[in-house]
């Protein structure tokens, strides 16, 4: 088994923040019932975390910007690692994610051991 990286982007910030509060609420028994089902399938490997849509980046000069990324509309709205067989099966885990049907990205990643 390998471990990916599942990270839920949404845009947090903008007037019209895609997925929107109501969508967002009626979204949360459903994304909490797919977390269980990762959980209970013992492909869970670290707890969901949600994140500020705040943030400061670090460029190579040492300057700080607010952040994470100004330019962009999208803010990471959870992240968490699972345990799967290839890419192949993350990525099916990760389309369960209900939050996509309401504009949301899903990212998948595969963690490289340590050398």
Request: contains cysteine; neutral net charge.
């Given at each position: 088994?390998?471990?990916?990286?599942?990270?839920?982007?949404?845009?947090?910030?903008?007037?019209?923040?895609?997925?929107?509060?109501?969508?967002?609420?009626?979204?949360?028994?459903?994304?909490?019932?797919?977390?269980?089902?990762?959980?209970?399938?013992?492909?869970?490997?670290?707890?969901?975390?949600?994140?500020?849509?705040?943030?400061?980046?670090?460029?190579?000069?040492?300057?700080?910007?607010?952040?994470?990324?100004?330019?962009?509309?999208?803010?990471?709205?959870?992240?968490?690692?699972?345990?799967?067989?290839?890419?192949?099966?993350?990525?099916?885990?990760?389309?369960?994610?209900?939050?996509?049907?309401?504009?949301?990205v899903v990212e998948v990643r595969m963690a490289i051991p340590a050398a």
């Open positions: 088994m390998q471990e990916f990286l599942i990270a839920i982007h949404r845009d947090l910030t903008s007037k019209n923040p895609m997925p929107s509060p109501e969508q967002m609420k009626a979204a949360l028994k459903p994304y909490q019932d797919w977390i269980a089902s990762i959980a209970a399938a013992d492909k869970l490997v670290a707890p969901v975390k949600r994140w500020d849509v705040d943030g400061r980046v670090v460029t190579g000069a040492g300057a700080v910007h607010e952040g994470p990324y100004a330019e962009k509309k999208q803010s990471i709205g959870g992240l968490f690692l699972i345990k799967a067989k290839d890419y192949e099966e993350a990525v099916e885990i990760a389309k369960g994610c209900p939050i996509i049907q309401y504009g949301a």
